[in-house]
């Protein structure tokens, strides 16, 4: 080989190179499309995944938040119910305590304005005593006058 080999390669004229940078252009043009088309396909299923992933971890939170709020529900009807058996109890030692517990509930509605009017009502061993019978005459004053007609 001569010194120089590149020189003896033949030259080509600038048309064909021009044809071979559009045909290459093309090919890279094509192979983009080509990988945008094939990349989107496998996007979509990566995208269908992560969603359904994000709904999975937002339904198992939803049930976290809805167990959690029925223990505090349970453990608050438990302190109720330790509450109102106390209560009870204080009540059957003490009992002059529901009555102040209702005087108290009764001052309050009162200042609240929640009571416009008292109606005090006699009672005897905490029944009403009825007076219906006060505008009437007596029974045997009744069948006197009927047989008098």
Request: aromatic residues 0%; glycine residues 4%; hydrophobic residues 45%.
């Given at each position: 080989m001569a010194k120089n080999d590149y020189d003896a390669l033949p030259t080509y004229p600038k048309v064909i190179k021009l044809l071979l940078m559009a045909f290459s252009a093309i090919v890279l043009i094509a192979l983009f499309i080509y990988g945008i088309l094939v990349g989107h396909k496998y996007y979509q299923v990566w995208s269908a995944e992560m969603t359904?992933?994000?709904?999975?971890?937002?339904?198992?939170?939803?049930?976290?938040?809805?167990?959690?709020?029925?223990?505090?529900?349970?453990?608050?009807?438990?302190?109720?119910?330790?509450?109102?058996?106390?209560?009870?109890?204080?009540?059957?030692e003490y009992p002059e305590y529901r009555m102040q517990e209702f005087i108290g509930a009764f001052g309050e509605a009162v200042n609240n304005g929640k009571i416009n009017t008292i109606i005090y009502v006699p009672t005897e061993a905490n029944i009403p005593i009825m007076e219906a019978g006060r505008l009437t005459k007596p029974k045997a004053e009744k069948k006197e006058s009927i047989i008098s007609k």
């Open positions: 359904g992933k994000a709904r999975l971890m937002e339904a198992s939170q939803s049930k976290q938040i809805m167990i959690e709020t029925a223990k505090a529900e349970v453990e608050a009807a438990t302190l109720r119910a330790k509450a109102i058996e106390v209560i009870g109890q204080k009540a059957k």
